[in-house]
């Protein structure tokens, strides 16, 4: 079923769902859910095509080659070990998927990619079965799988071929070739984004170069979250974007063989895996890449003030300046609040829990009378309070939250207020000596 969402300007919607507001005070199962899920298109020479694929911190540590095409050690795999140092969840998604599969007269590579060219075929006699053979597949030199037949028809695809029919008679480890990865266009970007219009995640993240592809994925973000109420940040390289869904990282790397843009993936998982109730200010950049941090004082200043994410050096340490989004406009429905990240997580958070409460415990069940609005005020109350248990909203009272009838017989009126508990940045200290 299609729902509703995002924000409301009159209640004339036609789509039944939660249409949620944040705005700025004025100048003069109601349980939280958890974070850690990122999501990210990538340029891989082997994996799933066509589709969207799950990848927890585990998978990846215990099945990157399986996954991926190397190991979690491999410098091929520096981004990703980024990202799972902060994330818990990947939705990952092959832009390149399509192209050609390597192969050769025994096999064909399970997906296309160059990574298919690394894999061999060896076959030799069994030692202690006559007549039956040892089928071997290498990735590189190491041995992916092995199986004993009589006959290749009895081979069961595994993990990285397909097995096409032939003889079997001892022959050495045969290359396959003629894998290719695909170009990609704008038209793979465009796949992905649709597809992810049914994904629920705290952050995206998109490692590229060009100003049209970066916008476009801008304009993606502010859909989902302004039209549709799906609540995520997206973190790309360099673009001035002035709207909070957007952090844009300043930094470029240094690695010669990496996207100058490859700090995207530790700031992605930084930012999907931070708490509701933390902020990624201050945070030690401990990754796999060489980070361009050399910036003075008034550079810094400026860079923040332009809405960029920027690490500095501190010492020997590199560390995120401020964890801040690319808005810089603000105005008095969005103010200065609304420039720092942990606000941004608290009403993500709130709004991504209330739009799934509504949508899966009231709408269409629960009858719009004073008991049903008593029953979802009450719900949302739980939600504040638990987000004042962690500290991350204070001075939060049952009173913050009305829920009233609104002008349609289906529709109710939710109005709330809350104060977002930011961590310190500043310390201002007078010390008077006698």
């Known amino acids: 079923m299609a729902l509703g969402g995002g924000g409301f300007t009159t209640q004339n919607k036609g789509l039944p769902g939660a249409y949620i507001?944040?705005?700025?005070?004025?100048?003069?199962?109601?349980?939280?859910?958890?974070?850690?899920?990122?999501?990210?298109?990538?340029?891989?020479?082997?994996?799933?095509?066509?589709?969207?694929?799950?990848?927890?911190?585990?998978?990846?540590?215990?099945?990157?080659?399986?996954?991926?095409?190397?190991?979690?050690?491999?410098p091929k795999m520096k981004g990703l070990c980024d990202l799972f140092l902060g994330a818990r969840k990947l939705y990952a998604y092959r832009l390149n998927g399509g192209g050609e599969k390597a192969g050769n007269q025994f096999a064909q590579a399970r997906y296309g990619g160059v990574r298919g060219n690394d894999l061999k075929i060896a076959i030799q006699a069994n030692v202690d079965n006559e007549g039956k053979y040892d089928v071997l597949t290498y990735l590189e030199t190491e041995k992916v799988d092995e199986q004993t037949v009589s006959e290749a028809g009895e081979l069961m695809a595994n993990d990285f071929v397909t097995w096409k029919p032939f003889s079997l008679e001892e022959t050495a480890a045969t290359s396959l070739t003629g894998g290719t990865n695909k170009q990609v266009t704008g038209e793979d970007h465009a796949a992905y984004q649709g597809k992810m219009e049914g994904y629920t995640y705290n952050v995206m993240g998109i490692v590229v170069d060009d100003g049209p592809t970066k916008k476009s994925y801008v304009a993606f973000n502010k859909r989902m979250r302004d039209k549709q109420g799906r609540k995520f940040q997206l973190v790309l390289h360099d673009l001035a974007a002035d709207y909070m869904g957007v952090v844009s990282v300043k930094n470029k790397v240094a690695d010669s063989d990496c996207p100058e843009a490859s700090l995207v993936y530790w700031v992605t998982g930084m930012e999907a895996g931070c708490e509701v109730n933390k902020s990624c200010q201050n945070r030690k950049y401990e990754g796999t890449f060489s980070v361009e941090a050399d910036y003075t004082q008034a550079q810094l200043e400026d860079l923040k003030n332009a809405g960029f994410f920027v690490l500095h050096k501190v010492d020997q340490d590199v560390r995120v300046l401020e964890d801040i989004n690319t808005l810089v406009t603000t105005t008095d429905a969005c103010g200065d609040d609304f420039k720092e990240n942990q606000t941004v997580r608290v009403i993500d958070q709130l709004g991504n829990d209330v739009a799934v409460l509504f949508n899966t415990k009231y709408l269409g069940v629960v009858p719009n009378n004073a008991s049903g609005r008593t029953s979802l005020w009450s719900d949302l109350v739980k939600l504040c309070s638990q987000l004042q248990a962690i500290g991350a909203i204070e001075a939060f009272s049952d009173s913050d939250i009305t829920v009233e009838k609104g002008e349609g017989k289906k529709a109710v009126t939710v109005n709330a207020a809350i104060t977002v508990v930011n961590t310190m940045s500043q310390l201002y200290m007078t010390v008077t000596v006698a």
């Open 21 to 74: 507001n944040f705005v700025s005070k004025a100048a003069a199962s109601s349980a939280l859910s958890d974070r850690g899920i990122a999501a990210m298109p990538l340029e891989l020479d082997w994996g799933m095509e066509g589709d969207v694929f799950e990848v927890t911190n585990e998978d990846f540590q215990k099945d990157s080659m399986k996954l991926f095409g190397y190991p979690c050690s491999h």
